[in-house]
T-cell receptor
């Protein structure tokens, strides 16, 4: 069983909807990540939070808005998405600081934008 | 930024065969991790191996940081080994390779 939990597993939304992806880790890790993965591609880094502060933002469009309410939780708020935003969204955590160290991934949230 | 080259891009094996997957890095590496992505999309940790050799059952990995490469060995492959294998590594900024798609046929 993964120690990084993502909800929902599947999400279908229209371009005018507002939805959120949620991630929780119970390993006491201090860094949390959002990745986006398209079919047949490697994961692409979107955001990194380190000690609850945004430390890396890989020039992601503002229709994706991350939030880290505490060291165990990470949200990704979605608004006015485009069909090309359909992808697998992966949350991860690491003990070490932003961007380094061993990553542990959740099972992913598969997003479809209609 | 650092570039990661994974080889081969695709690999088809018969059950029971052995294989070696490779990651080459264009710059120094002091963090390196191997993952298996199953057909449902989950990325499963295989090894965190900045240097040296580790073994876990039928799988083992070796990283030679001074020469900027890592190898993943799969012995006596099983159909459940099918999926995509990724390495992720680097120094300050860690990046994923493009992956090796492994298909193990019964």
């Amino acid at each position: 069983d993964t120690e990084v939990t993502q909800t929902p597993k599947h999400l279908v939304m229209g371009m005018t909807n507002k939805k959120s992806l949620k991630c929780e880790q119970h390993m006491g890790h201090r860094a949390m990540y959002w990745y986006k993965q398209k079919a047949k591609k490697p994961p692409e880094l979107m955001f990194v939070y380190s000690y609850e502060k945004l430390s890396i933002n890989e020039s992601v469009p503002s229709r994706f808005s991350p939030e880290c309410p505490n060291s165990s939780l990470l949200n990704l708020h979605l608004h006015a998405l485009q069909p090309e935003d359909s992808a697998l969204y992966l949350c991860a955590s690491s003990q070490a600081g932003a961007g380094t160290g061993e990553l542990f991934f959740g099972e992913g949230s598969r997003l479809t934008v209609l | 930024g650092i570039q990661v080259e994974q080889s081969p891009p695709d690999l088809i094996l018969q059950e029971g065969a052995n294989s070696t997957l490779r990651c080459n890095f264009s710059d120094s590496v002091n963090n390196l991790q191997w993952f298996h992505q199953n057909p449902w999309g989950q990325l499963i940790n295989l090894f965190y191996i900045p240097s040296g050799t580790k073994q876990n059952g039928r799988l083992s990995a070796t990283t030679v940081a001074t020469e900027r490469y890592s190898l993943l060995y799969i012995s006596s492959s099983q159909t459940t080994d099918s999926g995509v294998y990724f390495c992720r590594g680097g120094s300050e900024k860690l990046v994923f390779g493009k992956g090796t798609k492994l298909t193990v046929n019964p």
